[in-house]
C-alpha cells in the first residue's frame, strides 16, 4: 500500500467509501429538523418554531452557547425510549451510507433527566439502537455519557449515581458543553471516581477554551482523548505532548466552522495537527447542526485544503481505528479493510 501514488481526484470516491470509526457524534446533535417536528407532534411537545423552514433557518451561530441554546431545545421532544431508539436509528442508517463501521456515542443525560425523563429511559432506547445496529447494519458501536460542564460537579456526581446500575451499557465519559469559564479541574473528583470504576475517560477542552484546559483534562482529568482539542497549536509544548503520546484529538471540521471557532474551512489547522504528527481523526460533531455528516466533513475539508493527500486521509481513517475503545484484535481487522482500499491496485 503506497497512498502517495494514489491521483488527488480519486480522493472524493476513496474518503467516501474507505471504512471509518467516528468517534464525536452527540446523538442529539443528530436530530434532524424534520425529526424533531415528528417527534413533538407524537409527544404533544409544543416548539417556539412554526415549522422545519423556519427551524433550520434559525440556525445560524455565533459561537458555541447560541448553538448549545437552540440544541438543548431540540431535545426537548425526547420523551420515551422509543423516541431516543429512532434518533439513534436514523443515525446509524446515515453512518452506513458513510462507510462508518464504528461508532461511540456522546450521549447527554443531564439534558433529560432535567426534565423529568429517566436515565433508564435514556440508556434502553440508545442501547436498543446499538443492538440494531450491530444485527441489522453491521456497525459496533458503544455508548459515552457526557457531564455538562455548566452545571455544578455535584450535579455530575448525582447523574453517575443514577447512571451505575446501567454500568454495562456505556464505556465511558465525556464533558460537553459551554467550555469557557468551566475548565476541566472542576470536574476533577467526579472523575477521578470514574477512572476508579474503570470507565473510559474523554473530555471536550481547546475548542473555544485556551490549552490551559487541554493541559487539565489530560494532568487532572487523566483523559484518554481530547474532543476538538484545535487550540492546542497555540502552545508549542503541548503539540509535543500530544504527539509523543499519540493523544487522539476528535477534530470536527464543519462544526469549527459554523461556530466561528474558524472562519472558513481553508483555515482550518487539521493539517498542521497531522503533520505534527498528532492522532487526529475527523468527526461530525452534531451534524444535523452544522452541514453534514462524517463524508462531508471529509470531503469538504479536502477539497478546502488541497495540501491534504490521501497519505493524510489513509492516517486520518487509521487513526480513527487506533482512537477507538474497541479491542486489539478488532482493530487489526479493520485496518487490514482500510489497507486494502487504499492500495493503488483496489
Ligand atoms: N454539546 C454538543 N455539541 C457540543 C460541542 N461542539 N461542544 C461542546 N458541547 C457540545
Ligand atoms: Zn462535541
Request: aromatic content about 8%; charged content about 20%.
Amino acid at each position: 500500500m503506497n497512498p502517495d501514488t494514489i491521483p488527488r481526484d480519486r480522493l472524493p470516491a476513496l474518503l467516501c467509501t474507505a471504512p471509518k470509526a467516528e468517534l464525536h457524534i452527540h446523538i442529539e446533535g443528530s436530530l434532524e429538523p424534520e425529526l424533531i417536528f415528528a417527534l413533538a407532534q407524537r409527544n404533544g411537545v409544543s416548539l417556539a418554531y412554526p415549522s422545519v423552514d423556519a427551524l433550520r433557518a434559525a440556525y445560524a451561530f455565533t459561537d458555541l452557547q447560541s448553538f448549545l441554546d437552540i440544541y438543548y431545545a431540540g431535545a426537548s421532544v425526547l420523551l420515551k425510549a422509543q423516541d431516543f431508539e429512532d434518533m439513534a436509528m436514523a443515525y446509524f442508517h446515515r453512518a452506513k451510507t458513510d462507510h462508518v463501521v464504528h461508532a461511540e456515542l456522546f450521549f447527554d443525560p443531564q439534558t433529560h433527566t432535567a426534565r423529568g425523563v429517566s436515565f433508564e429511559t435514556v440508556i434502553a432506547g440508545l442501547s436498543r439502537a446499538c443492538e440494531r445496529a450491530q444485527n441489522e447494519l453491521g456497525i459496533s458501536s458503544a455508548l459515552i455519557l457526557c457531564f455538562l460542564r455548566h452545571l455544578s460537579e455535584e450535579e455530575a456526581f448525582a447523574t453517575l449515581e443514577e447512571a451505575l446500575p446501567f454500568r454495562g451499557q456505556f464505556i465511558g465519559v465525556g464533558l460537553d458543553s459551554s467550555e469557557r469559564g468551566h475548565p476541566p479541574e472542576k470536574f476533577a473528583r467526579v472523575f477521578a471516581r470514574c477512572r476508579e470504576l474503570g470507565l473510559r475517560l474523554v473530555a471536550h477542552a481547546g475548542e473555544e477554551g485556551p490549552p490551559e484546559y487541554v493541559w487539565s483534562a489530560l494532568d487532572v482529568l487523566k483523559v484518554e482523548r481530547i474532543d476538538h482539542g484545535v487550540r492546542s497549536v497555540e502552545d508549542p509544548l503541548l503539540m509535543q505532548r500530544l504527539a509523543r503520546d499519540r493523544v487522539p484529538l476528535t477534530v470536527c471540521p464543519l462544526s469549527n466552522v459554523k461556530l466561528c471557532v474558524f472562519k472558513t474551512l481553508a483555515e482550518h489547522n487539521l493539517p498542521a495537527l497531522l503533520d505534527a504528527g498528532l492522532c487526529a481523526t475527523v468527526n461530525s460533531d452534531d451534524p444535523a447542526y452544522f452541514g453534514g455528516y462524517m463524508n462531508q466533513n471529509f470531503v469538504e475539508v479536502f477539497d478546502a485544503l488541497p495540501q491534504l493527500t490521501a497519505r493524510h486521509a489513509h492516517q486520518l481513517m487509521a487513526n480513527s481505528f487506533e482512537a477507538s475503545f474497541a479491542s486489539d484484535a478488532q482493530k487489526l481487522q479493520w485496518r487490514e479493510a482500510l489497507d486494502n482500499v487504499f492500495s493503488p491496485t483496489a
